[in-house]
Structure formats: structure tokens, C-alpha cells
């Protein structure tokens, strides 16, 4: 039975696509809910981290129904793939959302008693959430691409 | 299993370079974005300022000073050579023989006008006035004459007179007797030349008459004045004895008359130079005149250097290559701009005025009367009108359109009285002496079109391969103009979209061998071909059918072509044979979409409410349509009765009289200003936000600025620009005049002193050489390199409407074409060693009488194609950085608060970033501060100094308006932004311009390579580590199959 033979790397590996589906949650509720990302999309952001849980996915799926030459070339590549991708959705949305941080924190006396309203404040706090989980998520991954979706058999 | 081990490593490697990889390039995309705030926070520095003369943005031309002396020089030589015109040359008068002895009569003849320097006039030590001109080129001069005109005459001297602008007393030359320098404001104008009967009186010996040798040539010079602030009044010249001659003060007076008489009696030939800016009315002296001379020459107004150029036209050293730049007339009320001139006031027009009832000015009564040129009444002066009726029929282009309808086209009754000063009925060859574009040359040539080219897209241009074949035997430089006639279809008639029947495009020199022919290319942008239709298309309209180009000397030669072309011959009329041919070339249909947009902004009306009737909501004023000569006739508006309080559109009028353009709006709060750490300094300022003013560092930057200097120093500016305390920038200082740098540079080494205010607007207009215009802007350019300024009122390109016009001196033609193109020339010239050279006074400044209020009102085809058009090359196709604007209204807004000419035309339609200053704030009920803002205005010249804010008045008011205070403009986000916008552009064009003359250089702080490292290794490692990674993996799966 595969599923016994579910080793740490596959652990890990299904960890990090549920942190990046967090991530993507926390980002969606960012840009659905009030403030100050409302309707801030960032663009290919949840097409490039479902891309990547995807990638992981059948990576394990694929491992668990076949165990030869080629699964193991593909669900390699899939594998590396999936946290680089999902390092690329990181990086657009570290983009799309550091002039917004930068104004809400970091602005002058004046203008952060306008800016820094619970709203907007939820707002930010939300969007770095998610970039923490999509983080990890990312980090999770490649450590997770160091061990063997399955167990060695007896 | 050892091998498995290593599949995962590799494997797991692979994944964490990859990502690496990713993360080092696109956080070092991400990062340069944030490289100054990066920069902030390490104390890196990424980028370097050069700032040695090498590395220089923009360069000197000129190792030393006196090279740049000499340069300058040179153009001014230039100038004179190019732009001195020959009108008439007969009985082998010119060029003039070093044989024959030359007597010179005429108070101009030894103290040419200006006789004083300053901002006209540069006054180096080594300037050339005419008498040093000719005797320098080794012209005998009578002494007999020279001497009673110079210690008799003349006696110059110097006195202490009050600065106009200081009152500070100063020593000036002065003269016993001399011309009248300044007309005044519409008053009586004396022409002063001392008369043959008092010669004796004044010095001359009995005998004089016998120095005389004879073959002697009589060279007589007459002068007419000008200035700011002065507006010639037709019929109000003074004789020398000072009374009154109903004369026109532009026509040659009895008294001068006399001169030349007496020239004609004592020498064998006899020369008149003309030494003015305003269009003189030579009838007595032109061919057939009681007074007749040999020659007449235009030597416009000159400046240190001119008259070397001008002797050697009259020598004949170098061909005569200057053309007139506006139409000589037997009368200049033969003009139909004079009719409608100086202005007149509404029946009521004191309904406008309010006793302590404005708001803004609660308790003041404000007045609607006129004030002068220089302000100092309480009044809206908004009183006061012109209606130029005359439509685009200004100059040549209402004299040869009439000339080509009286044999082109009977039924528009061309051959009418409307019009006529020299007989029953109008003819062209009793009303105009001497044509705009004539000039003589002293070599004969022809000139034709050897190749056309109409790229009629958007952005395309018309090329003219003119080939000019010099048939004399001496080698010379010679003039090509190009001129067109577009058609005049049933669509124009029905729209009144008014066309000449002759219209200049543009022209250049070329120097030909004797007996050779050369090329001379010209092109000029199609888009000034197309006519602007205010009624049906609301836009730009080529009409379909056939456009005729032509090489003439002159106006009255191209039309004379066009009609032969067209089958007409002197027997129909024509008074000369055609002497060139014509081009076609067709435009197959009508096409209204390819210049209806411009730079990205759609073209359509902007300025109906500058048409009297759209204010008065009926037929008031007809306006000049060539398909009616005799029933559009303008008639004088003056004389009829306009009243405001008859208007449907009563309230909006007044409102719009008192300078109410924009009222300072409450309930939408303005952001405050946002430090993100940028400054305006070399550090931050690099190529790509001097290319490109959407980069987002110049919006950022300017919402540094608060709301106190935003708005502060847009309506507090003038001598210099302001010090916005958050961004550090640097205060500009703005200078004078049109001939150039009026400043002096001190040469410590030499000890001795330059000025390079060498050049004369008159002359580079007459030389009708955009080339020399460029080489001049250069030259002007070097010269603020060389004196460390920078921002310059440096040309001026009004359209000459009238010859009336106290400031014509300042600006260049009747014609907007031959502006546009000349002004094209100077500011590219600056532009390319980035000196802000903003041209004078854009938007009708027709007349100085009552600059600071009256309306002008006319047809939004004439707002577009005569005076805005002149502006058009200079702004727009040689990206020029700066403008001034006019004092007067635009219809009943003020020119300085017109939104759409400024927003729409300027900044839209023509692209133009740079400044956009007002003309002398000098009445505070005229201008108005939140108006010119929303305009568009970067700096209102109020002669504020550095600093300005608007709380710097009484109690927080802002010390000019004190109705605005910092609260109430803090509840006005839209005219805070537009401020910050104005500002930008500001800002924008001090980093195009010299005043940021360094060049910056990128270098690599430790984490651009920490990061290109990062992003080097993660790559070899990914690619190492996969294949690894694979060559193990198949490794691990051909043993477990074993």
C-alpha cells in the first residue's frame, strides 16, 4: 500500500501546497475585504502559487500511483519547480504591496494619523501575512525537495 | 543507497538555487526601483556626480572668452549682412562705389536707434555705429556735414535720468536734438529731425552746400522709436516745431522730408535707410512719390555690430539676401486690423465694477477702467475691447488674397471701396509699396522647385528641394522662400474656414557659384498646412484638390505664379508676368481626422467664448471672409454700442470680466505633503527622468512640497523661482531681454567686459534665415553657459498685427509662418545648451495701450493660425523650455488665465513641458491668483523673492490676495494638485536645462553585487545540482532494476 509508504519528504511537500493555499486565501480575503488592498490585485499572483501547489500535488499523486525512471525525472522537476514558482508569485506581490506599507507605517506624523485606520491597518497586516505564508510555504517546499516522496521499501 | 542519498541532495539543492535565482533577479529589478530609499538606508551611494567641464550635460563651444566674443560678434555681422533689405535699387544707386564720397544726412545717420544700450542694446566697447561702419569699409564721409550733424546738431552728452524701475538716478547719453526714442502710450508723437532751414541755426556753415563734391551719394537714415508700454497713435504726429500734422507718425514728415530734398539737391544719388521696427509708410519716397529716391533700404533696429553688416550690403561685398517680414503700404490705414485698433469700452461697462461688494475684496470699490501699461488702479480693467475682425487677413495674406480675388475670383467683389486709402475702389498696386518676402538682390538668379515631397501623416513634413541658379558673374549667397496655396472650396465658403490665396511656409540660403546653380532643402511640418474649421469640423481639415507650391521672391511673385499657373496673365488683370513655376500636389478627398489630434490630445474648440457674439448671442461682429470682400469689410467696433447688460449670457461675462476664470472650491480637502526622501539633486535625477516627465520620481517628488510653497510659490514668483524647503532645489534667476543676456561678463584675466545681448530681433526676422536663427540661439546659449544663467526672456515671437505696436521691435513678422519658423531656429539653438529662452508675450499682445486688461476678441480660426501659431515652432517642434505670456485678455479672459489655450493647446496639442510665466503682475484685481493656477501657470511674475509662501501676509492671509489663506486653499485639493502639477513642470525643466549641467554615473554599491553574485552562483549551482541530480536519479533506477 503507498499510502505507507508516505515518507517526509511527501509531508512536507503536501505542508507547503497547504501553506501556499493559506497564502492565497489570506491573500484573497486581502484584496476582497476593506481597506487599503482592496481590489489591489496583483496580477498572475494566484495563478502562479495554484501553479505551484498544482505542481506539487502531482508530484505526490504521480509517486503514488507509479514508481519508475520517468515519475521520478517528472515529479523531480516538478518539485523544483513548484517553489520557484511560487518565489516568482512572492516577488510580485512583495512588489504590488511594499509602496502600500511603506505609505501606512512609515509616512509622516500627518499623513499616518490619516492612513492608519484599523481598516487599513487590518488591510496590511493581512497582505504580510500572506507573504509569510507564501514564505514558508516556499521554504517548506525545498526542504521537502531534499527527502524521497516515499518511503524505501522493507 | 549512498546513491540515493545524493539524488535527494542534489535534488533538494537544485530546488533552492532555482529559487535563489529568482529571488536574486527579481529582487534586483525590485530593488533598483527603491535604490535611493536602499541607498538611504545602507549609505551607499549608486550613483556618482561628475562635475568636471567634460562630463558636462551641456558644453561650451567656446575655449575662451573672447572666442565666445567673437562668435557672437560674427552672427550680429551676420544679422546685418542677411537682414538688411534692398526695397529699391534705381539708376545703379547700390551697391554703392569707394569711389564716390558719401554724405550723410539724418539725426539716425550718427545715432542709429536704439542710441542707448541696455536691454535692446548690448553698448560694448567696440560697437560700430554707421559712420565707423562706412569708414571702416573705406567710405569717404563728407566732414562738412558729419561735422555740423555731430557737434552742431547732436552735441552728445550724457545726463542723469531717473530709472524707469528704481527711480535711481543714472547717466545716459542724450542728444541737443534727436528722435523720439519712446512713442508713448497712444499720445502725439513728435517726429524730431531738425529741418534744412535750421541747419544754419544749428551749426552748419553758410556753405556748406559747396562740400559737396559732385557724384556724391546722399545716404539718409530715418529712425521711429519704441518701447514697452508704447502703442504708436495713427494720426498724431508732431513736426519738429511741435505741431500737430494729422499726419500719420509713421509717415515720413515734412520736416525729413526736407533732408532727402535737400540730398536730392546736393548729391547725384540718394539713399534712404529705414531704421525702425514699426513698418514706416514710404509713399513719398517710393517710385512715383513727390520725393522719389534712388534706393531704399531696410536696416530694421540694430545693435553693436549690425552696420558692419549693413555696409557691406550697401558696398556690395556680400549679395542682398534680406526680405521684408511685413507689407510696406501706401497708408497704413489700408491695414483692416488698424480699423478695429486701440480698443474702445463697453456702452456700460461700469456694471462690472463693485463697490465693496466682492467677496474677495470686501469694503474695495474696484473700478472697470483702463489703467496703464504698468498698473496702479483699482479696476477689474475689464472694460476696454478690440474685436480683430480682420480674421486671419493680417498683412500680406489680406493684401494678396484681395489681389488674387480681383482676377481670380469677380464675384467677391474684391474691386471694391471697403478698404481702398488711394482711390475710389481697392487696388492692390495703389495700396501696397513693397510686399512681405521682397527684397532685392544684387545678383540675378532664379529659383525653382526641383522636388517636392507632402508626407501628409501627423507628424510628417514637406520637402522642398528649391534649385537656385545665380546668373551674375560673382559668387553669392541667395534666398529661397517657399510659399503654397491651399484650396479654397464650397465646404470653406459654407464654414467661413478662411484660406489666403498665398501663404509662406519657410525658407534658407545656399551660396551658388557664379554662373552655378545650388539645392537648398526646406521643410516645415505638414500639420501648419492644414486650416482650422471652428464651425462644421471643429478641428483641422485639409480640403481636398490641389495645393500649389511655388519659389518666389516675395509674397506678390508666388501669387503671380499661382494665378499664371491657373491661366491668368496680365491682361486679366495680373501686374506682372509670372516669373517661376508652380508644384501641385493633390490631395485626393477631404480629409478632417489626420491633424485632428496632436500629441496624443484630440483637437477640437477650445476658445468659442473669444468671439464677441458668442457673448452677445447674435450677429454682432461679421468677420472677414474673402468670399465678400466688400460686405465683411471690417467695420470699427469701436463706434458701435456693445452693452454686457444685454447679454443672455449677462452673469457668466461679468464673472468672467472681474477675472473669476476659477473660484477657490471648499469640502475637498488637499493631501499634505508626503517626504519619501527624494530630493531634486543629481543623486536622484538621472537620464531616464530627464527623458521622460511620467516617471513617477516627479510626481513623487513634487507632493514633498506642502501645501504653504505649493501653491506659494506658483503665485509668488518672477525674479526667481522659489526654495521648496523639503526637496532642496535650486533657485533659478530669470533674465532679460530679447537680444540677449543683458548681463556682463567680467574677464578678471583681462580685465575687460563682455556683453552678448548682441542680436536684433528685427534683422534675424528680415534675414529670413532660420539656419542663422539656429546659429544665433547657439551663439545665445553659449553665452548663458558662459555667464552661469540660465532662464531667459530671450525672443519674442507676438505676431506683428499692426504697425502700431510699441513692442513690434521685439518681435520678428507679420507673419506667423515666418515667426514660427525663425523662432524654431533660436530656441532649438538653446535648447541644445540648456537655456530656458522663453519667447514674449503669447496670446495677442496687439497693442501695449492697455496691455493689462483689454479684450481682444476674435475667431477661433484666427486664435489658432496667426499669433499662436508664430509660438508653435519654437514650444512644440524645437521642444522648447519656456514661455511668457500676455498681459491682455482672450476674449474676456485674461490670456494668463485662459485654461484651455494653456492646458488644452499648450501642454496638449503641442506637448510643451516647460515654464509658463505670466507677463508683469502688476494689478491684483486683473490676476487672479487660484485662476492662473488651474491655467497652468508654473510662476507668476510678481517680482516676489526667494521663499515665498502663502501665509507669509498679515494674519496667515497671503500678503497680494488676502482673501487666500492656508485654510482655505488646504479644503481645495483640486487647485493644490494642479499647483503641484505646475510645479512639476517647473522642476521638470530646471533638470532639462543647464541649471543641472553635471552627468551622473551608476556605479555598484556592495549589494548590487552581492546580489549579481547571488544571482550568478544560484545559476551555475541549479544547473550543476539538476544535472546531478538526473544523472544520479537514472544512476539509482538502472540498479534497483539490476
Same mark, same amino acid.
Given at each position: ?7 517526509v ?5 503536501c505542508?507547503a501546497a497547504v501553506?501556499?493555499i493559506?497564502?492565497l486565501i489570506?491573500?484573497a480575503s486581502?484584496i476582497?475585504? =476593506? ?5 489591489a490585485a496583483?496580477?498572475g499572483f494566484p495563478?502562479m502559487?495554484?501553479?505551484g501547489?498544482?505542481?506539487?500535488a502531482v508530484?505526490v499523486?504521480?509517486y503514488?500511483y507509479k514508481?519508475n525512471?520517468?515519475?521520478e ?5 516538478l ?5 520557484a514558482?511560487m ?5 510580485n506581490? $512583495?512588489a504590488?504591496?511594499v509602496d502600500g506599507l ?7 506624523a500627518?499623513?499616518?494619523? =490619516?492612513?492608519?485606520t484599523?481598516?487599513?491597518l487590518g488591510?496590511?497586516?493581512t497582505a $504580510?501575512?500572506s507573504m509569510?505564508l507564501?514564505?514558508v ?7 521537502a525537495?531534499?527527502f524521497?516522496l ?5 | 543507497m549512498?546513491?540515493? #542519498?545524493w ?5 533538494g539543492?537544485?530546488?533552492?538555487m532555482a529559487?535563489?535565482y529568482v529571488?536574486?533577479?527579481?529582487g534586483?529589478g525590485?530593488?533598483d526601483s527603491?535604490r535611493?530609499?536602499?541607498?538611504g538606508m545602507l549609505?551607499?551611494?549608486?550613483y556618482?556626480t561628475?562635475n ?9 563651444d567656446y575655449a575662451?572668452?573672447e572666442?565666445?566674443a567673437?562668435?557672437a560678434?560674427d552672427?550680429?555681422v ?7 533689405v534692398?526695397?529699391k535699387?534705381?539708376n545703379g544707386a547700390?551697391?554703392l ?7 550723410l544726412f539724418g539725426l539716425?545717420?550718427?545715432?542709429p536707434y536704439?542710441y ?10 567696440d560697437?560700430v555705429?554707421?559712420?565707423a561702419?562706412?569708414?571702416n569699409?573705406?567710405? #569717404?564721409?563728407?566732414e562738412?556735414v558729419?561735422? @555740423?550733424?555731430l557737434n552742431?546738431i ?6 542723469m535720468v531717473?530709472?524707469r524701475?528704481t527711480g /535711481?538716478?543714472q547717466e545716459t547719453?542724450a542728444?541737443?536734438n534727436i528722435?523720439?526714442a519712446a512713442?508713448g502710450?497712444?499720445a ?9 532751414s535750421?541747419f544754419e541755426?544749428?551749426?552748419a556753415?553758410a556753405?556748406?552746400k559747396?562740400?559737396i563734391?559732385?557724384g556724391s551719394?546722399?545716404?539718409?537714415v530715418f529712425a ?10 495713427p ?6 516745431a511741435?505741431e500737430?500734422?494729422?499726419k500719420?507718425p509713421?509717415?515720413?514728415s515734412?520736416d /525729413?522730408?526736407?533732408?532727402?530734398d535737400?540730398?536730392k ?5 540718394v &539713399?534712404v535707410l529705414?531704421?525702425? +521696427?514699426?513698418?514706416?509708410?514710404l #509713399?513719398?519716397?517710393?517710385?512715383g512719390g513727390?520725393?522719389?529716391?534712388d !534706393?531704399?533700404?531696410?536696416?530694421g533696429v540694430i545693435?553693436d555690430?549690425?552696420?558692419t ?7 556690395g561685398?556680400?549679395?542682398?539676401t ?6 510696406y503700404?501706401?497708408d497704413?490705414?489700408a491695414?483692416?486690423?488698424v480699423?478695429?485698433f486701440?480698443?474702445e ?8 465694477g463693485?463697490e465693496?461688494?466682492?467677496p474677495r475684496y470686501?469694503?474695495?470699490t474696484i ?13 477689474y480693467?475689464g %472694460?476696454?475691447y478690440?474685436v480683430e475682425?480682420?480674421g486671419?487677413?493680417?498683412?500680406y495674406?489680406?493684401?494678396?488674397t484681395r489681389?488674387y480675388d480681383? &482676377?481670380m475670383?469677380?464675384?467677391?467683389k474684391?474691386v471694391? !471701396?471697403p478698404g ?5 475702389t481697392?487696388?492692390y %498696386?495703389?495700396e501696397?509699396l513693397?510686399?512681405f ?5 544684387y545678383?540675378d538668379?532664379?529659383q ?6 507632402v ?17 551674375g558673374?560673382?559668387e553669392g549667397?541667395f534666398?529661397a522662400q517657399l510659399y ?10 459654407q464654414?467661413?474656414?478662411e484660406k489666403?490665396a498665398?501663404?509662406?511656409l519657410?525658407? +534658407?540660403?545656399?551660396?551658388v557659384a557664379?554662373?552655378?546653380t ?5 521643410t516645415?511640418?505638414t500639420?501648419?498646412?492644414?486650416s482650422?474649421?471652428y464651425?462644421q469640423?471643429k ?7 490641389d495645393?500649389? @507650391?511655388?519659389?518666389a ?6 501669387v503671380?505664379? @499661382?494665378l ?6 496680365v ?7 509670372a516669373?517661376?513655376?508652380?508644384t501641385v500636389?493633390n490631395l485626393a478627398?477631404?480629409?478632417k481626422t489626420t491633424f485632428a489630434q496632436a500629441?496624443?490630445?484630440?483637437i477640437t474648440?477650445?476658445a468659442d467664448d ?6 452677445t448671442?447674435?450677429d454682432t461682429v461679421?468677420y ?7 460686405g465683411?469689410y471690417?467695420i470699427?467696433y469701436n463706434q458701435?454700442e456693445?452693452?454686457i447688460?444685454?447679454?443672455?449670457? #449677462?452673469d457668466?461675462w461679468i ?5 473669476q476664470?476659477?473660484?477657490i472650491q471648499?469640502g475637498n480637502?488637499?493631501? /499634505?505633503a508626503?517626504?519619501?526622501?527624494l ?8 537620464d ?12 513623487d517628488?513634487?507632493h514633498?512640497?506642502? &501645501?504653504?510653497?505649493a501653491v506659494?510659490?506658483?503665485i509668488h514668483? +518672477?525674479s ?5 524647503s523639503t526637496?532642496?532645489?535650486? &533657485?533659478?534667476?530669470q533674465?532679460? %531681454? ?7 561678463y ?5 580685465g575687460k *567686459? ?7 530681433q528685427?534683422?534675424?526676422?528680415s534675414?529670413?534665415n532660420?539656419?542663422?536663427a ?7 546659449g553659449?553665452?548663458g ?6 532662464d531667459l ?13 510699441g513692442?513690434?521691435?521685439e518681435y520678428?513678422?507679420e507673419h506667423?509662418m515666418?515667426t514660427?519658423?525663425?523662432g524654431y %531656429? ?5 535648447t541644445e ?9 503669447m496670446?495677442f499682445?496687439?497693442q ?7 479684450s ?5 480660426q ?5 499669433d499662436?501659431?508664430g509660438?508653435?515652432g519654437g514650444?512644440s517642434d524645437?521642444?522648447g523650455m519656456?514661455?511668457m505670456i500676455?498681459f491682455n485678455?482672450i476674449g474676456?479672459?485674461?490670456?494668463a488665465q485662459h485654461?484651455t489655450m494653456?492646458?488644452?493647446i499648450?501642454r496638449?496639442?503641442w506637448?510643451f ?10 494689478n491684483?484685481y486683473?490676476?487672479?491668483? /487660484?485662476?492662473?493656477?488651474?491655467a497652468?501657470i ?6 516676489a523673492q526667494?521663499?515665498s ?5 498679515d ?9 487666500i489663506?492656508?485654510d482655505?486653499?488646504?479644503?481645495d485639493?483640486?487647485l493644490v494638485?494642479k ?5 512639476k513642470?517647473?522642476?521638470y525643466?530646471?533638470?532639462r536645462s ?9 556605479v555598484a554599491?556592495?549589494w548590487?553585487n552581492?546580489l549579481s553574485t547571488?544571482k550568478?552562483v544560484?545559476?551555475?549551482l541549479a ?6 541530480w538526473?544523472? *544520479? !536519479?537514472?544512476m539509482n533506477?538502472k540498479?534497483?532494476?539490476?
Amino acid at each position: 500500500m503507498r499510502m505507507k509508504k508516505l515518507s517526509v519528504g511527501a509531508c512536507l511537500t503536501c505542508l507547503a501546497a497547504v501553506l501556499a493555499i493559506v497564502a492565497l486565501i489570506a491573500y484573497a480575503s486581502n484584496i476582497g475585504g =476593506e481597506g487599503y488592498y482592496k481590489d489591489a490585485a496583483v496580477n498572475g499572483f494566484p495563478w502562479m502559487v495554484i501553479g505551484g501547489v498544482l505542481c506539487l500535488a502531482v508530484a505526490v499523486g504521480l509517486y503514488l500511483y507509479k514508481d519508475n525512471k520517468g515519475v521520478e525525472l517528472v515529479t523531480g522537476i516538478l518539485r523544483i519547480g513548484a517553489p520557484a514558482l511560487m518565489a516568482v508569485a512572492l516577488m510580485n506581490l $512583495i512588489a504590488g504591496r511594499v509602496d502600500g506599507l511603506g505609505y501606512i507605517y512609515f509616512s509622516n506624523a500627518d499623513v499616518a494619523r =490619516e492612513v492608519q485606520t484599523a481598516a487599513n491597518l487590518g488591510s496590511a497586516q493581512t497582505a $504580510i501575512w500572506s507573504m509569510a505564508l507564501l514564505g514558508v510555504a516556499i521554504l517548506v517546499a525545498v526542504v521537502a525537495a531534499f527527502f524521497r516522496l516515499r518511503k524505501k521499501d522493507a | 543507497m549512498k546513491s540515493q #542519498k545524493w539524488t535527494g541532495l542534489f535534488r533538494g539543492l537544485a530546488a533552492l538555487m532555482a529559487c535563489l535565482y529568482v529571488l536574486a533577479t527579481l529582487g534586483a529589478g525590485m530593488t533598483d526601483s527603491y535604490r535611493n530609499q536602499i541607498d538611504g538606508m545602507l549609505g551607499t551611494n549608486s550613483y556618482v556626480t561628475v562635475n568636471d567641464e567634460e562630463a558636462a550635460r551641456f558644453k561650451k563651444d567656446y575655449a575662451t572668452i573672447e572666442e565666445m566674443a567673437a562668435a557672437a560678434k560674427d552672427i550680429a555681422v551676420r544679422e546685418g549682412e542677411e537682414g538688411t533689405v534692398v526695397m529699391k535699387n534705381d539708376n545703379g544707386a547700390l551697391p554703392l562705389s569707394k569711389d564716390s564720397e558719401v554724405v550723410l544726412f539724418g539725426l539716425a545717420a550718427y545715432a542709429p536707434y536704439p542710441y542707448t544700450s541696455g536691454d535692446l542694446k548690448a553698448g560694448n566697447a567696440d560697437a560700430v555705429d554707421l559712420v565707423a561702419a562706412l569708414e571702416n569699409a573705406g567710405v #569717404k564721409l563728407n566732414e562738412t556735414v558729419k561735422n @555740423f550733424y555731430l557737434n552742431g546738431i547732436l552735441n552728445k552728452h550724457t545726463e542723469m535720468v531717473p530709472n524707469r524701475w528704481t527711480g /535711481e538716478l543714472q547717466e545716459t547719453v542724450a542728444y541737443d536734438n534727436i528722435y523720439v526714442a519712446a512713442p508713448g502710450d497712444m499720445a502725439q508723437y513728435q517726429v524730431v529731425e531738425v529741418p534744412v532751414s535750421m541747419f544754419e541755426e544749428k551749426g552748419a556753415p553758410a556753405d556748406w552746400k559747396a562740400s559737396i563734391q559732385p557724384g556724391s551719394v546722399g545716404i539718409v537714415v530715418f529712425a521711429r522709436g519704441a518701447g514697452e508700454g508704447n502703442t504708436y497713435a495713427p494720426g498724431s504726429a508732431l513736426n519738429f516745431a511741435g505741431e500737430a500734422t494729422g499726419k500719420d507718425p509713421l509717415a515720413l514728415s515734412d520736416d /525729413e522730408l526736407s533732408i532727402v530734398d535737400v540730398a536730392k539737391e546736393t548729391c547725384d544719388k540718394v &539713399i534712404v535707410l529705414i531704421n525702425s +521696427g514699426n513698418t514706416m509708410v514710404l #509713399k513719398d519716397i517710393a517710385k512715383g512719390g513727390a520725393h522719389e529716391v534712388d !534706393a531704399i533700404c531696410y536696416i530694421g533696429v540694430i545693435n553693436d555690430y549690425q552696420l558692419t553688416g549693413t555696409a557691406k550690403v550697401l558696398l556690395g561685398e556680400v549679395n542682398a539676401t534680406g526680405a521684408l517680414p511685413d507689407t510696406y503700404l501706401a497708408d497704413n490705414a489700408a491695414n483692416p486690423a488698424v480699423v478695429n485698433f486701440g480698443g474702445e469700452y463697453y456702452a456700460d461697462y461700469e456694471i462690472v465694477g463693485q463697490e465693496g461688494t466682492d467677496p474677495r475684496y470686501p469694503g474695495e470699490t474696484i473700478g472697470n477702467t483702463k489703467a496703464s501699461s504698468f498698473g496702479g488702479a483699482t479696476t477689474y480693467n475689464g %472694460g476696454h475691447y478690440i474685436v480683430e475682425a480682420e480674421g486671419i487677413y493680417v498683412g500680406y495674406k489680406y493684401f494678396e488674397t484681395r489681389y488674387y480675388d480681383a &482676377i481670380m475670383n469677380p464675384g467677391y467683389k474684391a474691386v471694391s !471701396a471697403p478698404g481702398a486709402t488711394q482711390g475710389e475702389t481697392w487696388n492692390y %498696386g495703389a495700396e501696397v509699396l513693397y510686399p512681405f518676402g521682397h527684397g532685392l538682390s544684387y545678383l540675378d538668379y532664379t529659383q525653382k522647385i526641383k522636388s517636392l515631397n507632402v508626407d501628409n501623416s501627423e507628424n510628417g513634413e514637406i520637402t522642398a528641394v528649391v534649385e537656385i541658379k545665380n546668373n551674375g558673374d560673382k559668387e553669392g549667397l541667395f534666398l529661397a522662400q517657399l510659399y503654397v496655396q491651399q484650396p479654397y472650396t464650397d465646404y470653406d465658403r459654407q464654414n467661413l474656414v478662411e484660406k489666403s490665396a498665398v501663404t509662406f511656409l519657410s525658407s +534658407g540660403k545656399v551660396k551658388v557659384a557664379a554662373g552655378g546653380t545650388a539645392d537648398v532643402t526646406i521643410t516645415v511640418p505638414t500639420k501648419y498646412l492644414a486650416s482650422y474649421d471652428y464651425k462644421q469640423a471643429k478641428t483641422y481639415i485639409l480640403d481636398e484638390g490641389d495645393y500649389l @507650391f511655388t519659389a518666389a521672391a516675395g509674397s506678390h511673385e508666388a501669387v503671380n505664379n @499661382f494665378l499664371a499657373h491657373q491661366g491668368k496673365t496680365v491682361a486679366d488683370g495680373m501686374d506682372a508676368e509670372a516669373k517661376g513655376e508652380v508644384t501641385v500636389w493633390n490631395l485626393a478627398s477631404f480629409d478632417k481626422t489626420t491633424f485632428a489630434q496632436a500629441n496624443g490630445t484630440a483637437i477640437t474648440n477650445v476658445a468659442d467664448d473669444a468671439d464677441l457674439n458668442y457673448w452677445t448671442g447674435k450677429d454682432t461682429v461679421t468677420y472677414l471672409s474673402r468670399q465678400d470682400w466688400e460686405g465683411t469689410y471690417p467695420i470699427n467696433y469701436n463706434q458701435v454700442e456693445i452693452k454686457i447688460g444685454d447679454s443672455p449670457k #449677462k452673469d457668466a461675462w461679468i464673472a468672467e470680466l472681474r477675472n473669476q476664470t476659477y473660484a477657490i472650491q471648499s469640502g475637498n480637502p488637499a493631501a /499634505e505633503a508626503v517626504d519619501k526622501g527624494l530630493r531634486f539633486d543629481a543623486a536622484n535625477i538621472h537620464d531616464e527622468q530627464i527623458a521622460d516627465i511620467g516617471d513617477a520620481y516627479w510626481d513623487d517628488l513634487v507632493h514633498e512640497i506642502s &501645501i504653504d510653497e505649493a501653491v506659494g510659490a506658483v503665485i509668488h514668483g +518672477g525674479s526667481t523661482s522659489d526654495t521648496l524647503s523639503t526637496i532642496e532645489n535650486p &533657485i533659478v534667476y530669470q533674465n532679460e %531681454g530679447v537680444s540677449g543676456f543683458t548681463s556682463a561678463y567680467n574677464d578678471e584675466a583681462s580685465g575687460k *567686459t563682455y556683453k552678448f545681448n548682441i542680436h536684433s530681433q528685427t534683422l534675424i526676422g528680415s534675414s529670413f534665415n532660420p539656419q542663422l536663427a539656429y546659429e544665433w540661439g547657439l551663439v545665445e546659449g553659449n553665452s548663458g553657459l558662459w555667464l552661469n544663467r540660465y532662464d531667459l526672456w530671450g525672443t519674442g515671437l507676438t505676431q506683428r498685427r499692426t504697425p502700431y505696436n510699441g513692442r513690434n521691435y521685439e518681435y520678428i513678422s507679420e507673419h506667423p509662418m515666418l515667426t514660427n519658423r525663425i523662432g524654431y %531656429g533660436i530656441l532649438k539653438g538653446c535648447t541644445e545648451k540648456g537655456i530656458m529662452n522663453g519667447p514674449k508675450h503669447m496670446g495677442f499682445n496687439d497693442q501695449e495701450h492697455n496691455r493689462g486688461g483689454v479684450s481682444a476678441y476674435m475667431t477661433e480660426q484666427k486664435f489658432r493660425e496667426t499669433d499662436l501659431r508664430g509660438f508653435q515652432g519654437g514650444l512644440s517642434d524645437a521642444d522648447g523650455m519656456a514661455v511668457m505670456i500676455a498681459f491682455n485678455r482672450i476674449g474676456a479672459t485674461n490670456a494668463a488665465q485662459h485654461p484651455t489655450m494653456i492646458n488644452k493647446i499648450v501642454r496638449g496639442e503641442w506637448g510643451f513641458t516647460g515654464l509658463i510665466s505670466t507677463d508683469m503682475m502688476n494689478n491684483k484685481y486683473y490676476f487672479n491668483a /487660484e485662476s492662473m493656477v488651474m491655467a497652468g501657470i508654473t510662476q507668476v511674475a510678481d517680482f516676489a523673492q526667494n521663499d515665498s509662501h502663502i501665509n507669509q501676509g498679515d494674519s496667515g492671509n497671503d500678503k497680494t490676495w488676502g482673501y487666500i489663506t492656508l485654510d482655505k486653499v488646504k479644503d481645495d485639493a483640486t487647485l493644490v494638485e494642479k499647483a503641484r502639477e505646475n510645479l512639476k513642470y517647473q522642476l521638470y525643466t530646471f533638470a532639462r536645462s543647464a541649471v543641472l549641467n553635471v552627468r551622473t554615473e551608476r556605479v555598484a554599491t556592495w549589494w548590487d553585487n552581492a546580489l549579481s553574485t547571488l544571482k550568478t552562483v544560484s545559476l551555475v549551482l541549479a544547473i550543476v545540482s539538476a544535472v546531478a541530480w538526473i544523472a *544520479t !536519479a537514472l544512476m539509482n533506477k538502472k540498479k534497483e532494476r539490476a
